[in-house]
């Protein structure tokens, strides 16, 4: 019995570590989805909005000019997360993981070069889900219909 517990524990161990060296699970927490109807998460997620997002993504989610064009250092400028953006177009734990891990990380690609900070030991998971909350919550009820359709798709 101690050595099948002692290999079950050996096994988990090194399940846990290939899950961290090669990104496996890297999905948002189990449970965890966007709340835009909850008020208390959105408000979360607003003040978190604005103390980490709106600098760049806007006070009002504008974005920032000519986002779809790379600037001069070769970045593509932060996008709005309004109904003029593309933020809508990708579901939940997409958005959750690019902001936690970013770009590289999602696209598997970890040279790429992005001016979108990593918000992994920055934003705890439920402030990150708070402020996907918060954005989702100030589209109009058509996108969000939309997103939520392609989310039941998941």
């Known amino acids: 019995m101690k050595r099948v517990l002692a290999l079950g524990l050996g096994a988990a161990v090194l399940v846990g570590a290939a899950v961290l060296a090669f990104g496996w699970g890297?999905?948002?927490?189990e449970g965890a989805f966007i709340k835009p109807s909850d008020p208390k998460v959105v408000a979360i997620g607003q003040a978190v909005y604005a103390d980490n997002c709106a600098s760049c993504h806007g006070a009002e989610l504008e974005g920032q000019p000519k986002w779809r064009s790379p600037g001069v250092d070769g970045r593509?400028?932060?996008?709005?997360?309004?109904?003029?953006?593309?933020?809508?177009?990708?579901?939940?734990?997409?958005l959750f993981r690019l902001t936690k891990h970013g770009t590289g990380a999602?696209?598997?690609?970890?040279?790429?070069?992005?001016?979108?900070?990593?918000?992994?030991?920055?934003?705890?998971?439920?402030?990150?889900?708070?402020?996907?909350?918060?954005?989702k919550s100030t589209w109009p009820r058509d996108i969000r219909e939309r997103h939520d359709e392609m989310e039941n798709r998941q």
Do not use: F, Q, R
Request: hydrophobic residues 30%; negative net charge.
């Open 106 to 135: 999602l696209i598997g690609d970890p040279d790429y070069e992005s001016n979108m900070p990593i918000y992994e030991g920055v934003l705890a998971d439920h402030e990150i889900i708070a402020v996907l909350s918060y954005i």
């Open 76 to 94: 593509l400028p932060a996008p709005p997360h309004d109904k003029t953006g593309h933020t809508w177009h990708h579901d939940g734990d997409t």
């Open 26 to 29: 890297t999905s948002a927490p």
